[in-house]
């Protein structure tokens, strides 16, 4: 199915960009006129660009005690400790879930505390706390509870864990309901939270307590050296980029000394993950993150069952990691294939899909492990917002990604009150499930009536927002060393997207083994050449011919081959000239 092309939407003339912020970051920055067009665009002015392009650890992390109940947790963690009661952390199977329970289980094992560690299957018990897994903790004789990345909306069951003898911290950063747990409470986002930063990651979380463990232990006359938390950093950073957290005050911090720690670890895990993923110690990024580490601890999870990504973060030997490298590897290879077959299928939907502000597809024969990548993947497709419901035994189970504007977590719960046994999520992403296939139709209707409500205009298909329309000869390495500056990337700071009109298309030709790539040369009017890489992207090869005129866009990167390092232009989409 050849891709649905962009509407292209350039900021760079955008009148909401003060030329004056603009000529303030170039003459109290250095920095090149069109980065400082980029970051005048995303709100960065002169006051606020020194913290932004050089984030200070000492100066921009806030101390985790102003969170309102981070000392409550601290001190029934140290009773724990004290009186030798088992404490277990209770973890999602997500990126987040796994990290933030490895950042937090690390501390608690320096403390020696008696700590071990609960996930949930994902398909066959569900995300969060459920009654069964409570009693399960129960009967391995659990004092205290530490959720990670799930438990704010697990209100029945915290209650129930009470009731069994069980105290319960909750990390978590998810959207609430009306009641809240009977637990102490380490959200960013709660109702009167005195903690200034509310878009932390859970693993972000985990941090925070994992620090107030450690000044709190240092006061107990416990040795903990100065800034040793920041080893943690590798497992936070990771999290911070998967979850999509947006990119910017205290989490670019986090990201930024994260990377820097994460490309020293000493984790054979880590070491063992980042070399099966292709990857180069020393040259990990954010994208790294995004396309090679993150999707790897994802796919046990999704696949297999998390606990092995976790095991494979904890380890303590090259040999135990290797064991469970190779079976998250394994994982990997299967997500990717079965993801694959499941898109043909949603394709197939697709044709007769009827014409909604939102896609709602299913099928009894989708892993519900699997369903969110084909919600992400419609959506990107099609620029609506996208639930896709698979089935495990009894049980439909779905996932759902929208745009900020649009709270898919919310639409799913007024859509499914009635129908649905749970959901919860975030403002773009929900997951949810129910058990009567006969009302599967009513709760698409009610959705489509939904979304006709408060999507305010009919999507004509995927936006492509455009950073800087450039000339081919504008890009040169003083261009690419300032978009390094630039970094770290993610959600709410994406990469530049470039643009150059009017190019002729000289050569096109397909690359890579399964010739899924395609490597493209354009030659501009003032003679210059701009070639191109476009991942992915062998749907577009039959329509492009030579020597018709393109517009072309992309994100300038630096490829590196052999001890050589050239620029590389990496294709976002291509259109026909006007």
């Known amino acids: 199915m050849t891709s649905m092309h962009k509407t292209w939407i350039s900021r760079q003339d955008d009148a909401a960009i003060n030329n004056k912020i603009v000529v303030d970051l170039i003459s109290h920055h250095a920095l090149h006129p069109v980065t400082a067009r980029i970051l005048a665009g995303r709100g960065i002015d002169s006051e606020t660009a020194q913290s932004f392009l050089s984030p200070s650890y000492e100066e921009h992390i806030h101390s985790p005690f102003l969170f309102s109940r981070m000392q409550d947790a601290v001190d029934r963690i140290f009773l724990a400790i004290q009186n030798t009661e088992r404490i277990t952390v209770h973890g999602d199977y997500d990126a987040d879930g796994v990290t933030g329970s490895a950042v937090l289980i690390s501390v608690l094992r320096e403390l020696k505390a008696h700590v071990d560690y609960y996930i949930p299957h994902r398909d066959t018990e569900g995300y969060g706390l459920n009654s069964n897994s409570v009693q399960i903790l129960a009967n391995r004789k659990t004092n205290l509870i530490i959720t990670v990345d799930c438990g704010i909306a697990c209100v029945d069951e915290i209650a129930l864990a009470t009731s069994l003898g069980m105290d319960t911290i909750v990390v ?40 107030a463990l450690m000044i709190q232990a240092r006061k107990n006359g416990i040795s903990f050296s100065d800034g040793c938390e920041k080893w943690l950093l590798d497992l936070v950073s990771i999290a911070t980029v998967t979850d999509m957290v947006p990119m910017i005050g205290e989490n670019r911090v986090l990201e930024t000394y994260g990377l820097k720690v994460l490309n020293k670890t000493r984790r054979p895990g880590l070491l063992a993950l980042i070399k099966s993923a292709g ?56 997500r990717q294939k079965t993801v694959a077959d499941m ?29 969110g990548l084909v919600a992400g993947k419609i959506m990107e497709r099609t620029g609506k917002p996208c639930i896709a419901i698979g089935k495990c035994e009894e049980k439909w189970i779905g996932s759902g990604r929208s ?115 395609i490597r493209i040369t354009f030659r501009s009017p ?36 052999n001890g050589r390092r050239d620029i590389q232009c990496k294709l976002v989409d291509i259109r026909a000239s006007h």
């Open 172 to 211: 978590d950063h998810h959207e609430f309901g009306d009641i809240l747990p009977n637990a102490i409470l380490i959200h960013p986002r709660l109702p009167n939270e005195t903690y200034p930063f509310p878009f932390l990651a859970a693993v972000g979380v985990s941090f925070k307590l994992a620090c």
């Open 279 to 334: 990857c180069v110690l020393g040259a990990l990024d954010t994208e790294s993150i995004g396309f090679g580490i993150g999707p790897r601890i994802n796919a046990a999870g999704r696949m297999d069952h998390a606990e092995i990504a976790l095991k494979l973060l904890l380890s303590e030997n090259e040999n135990e990691a290797a064991i469970y490298c190779e079976q998250i590897e394994r994982c990997n290879v299967q």
């Open 343 to 371: 898109m043909v299928s949603a394709h197939e939907q697709m044709k007769s899909h009827s014409d909604t502000k939102v896609v709602a597809l299913y099928s009894a024969d989708w892993s519900p492990s699997l369903v």
């Open 403 to 517: 745009f900020a504007e649009y709270d898919i977590t919310s639409a799913i719960k007024r859509a499914g009150e009635g129908i649905l046994l749970r959901s919860g999520g975030h403002v773009q992403a929900c997951g949810f499930c129910f058990t009567d296939s006969d009302r599967m139709q009513e709760l698409l209707q009610k959705l489509y009536a939904d979304a006709e409500k408060n999507i305010l205009k009919k999507s004509s298909g995927p936006i492509l927002p455009i950073d800087a329309v450039v000339e081919a000869k504008e890009i040169n390495w003083d261009l690419v060393d300032q978009c390094e500056k630039l970094q770290p990337y993610g959600e709410g700071h994406r990469k530049p997207i470039f643009a150059v009109y009017d190019l002729t298309l000289q050569d096109c030709l397909l690359m890579g083994k399964t010739k899924k790539h």
């Open 526 to 561: 003032d003679g210059g050449m701009l070639k191109c890489v476009g991942f992915s992207m062998a749907d577009r090869f039959e329509d492009l011919q030579k020597p018709a005129r393109y517009d072309v866009a992309f994100e300038l990167g630096v490829n590196e081959w």
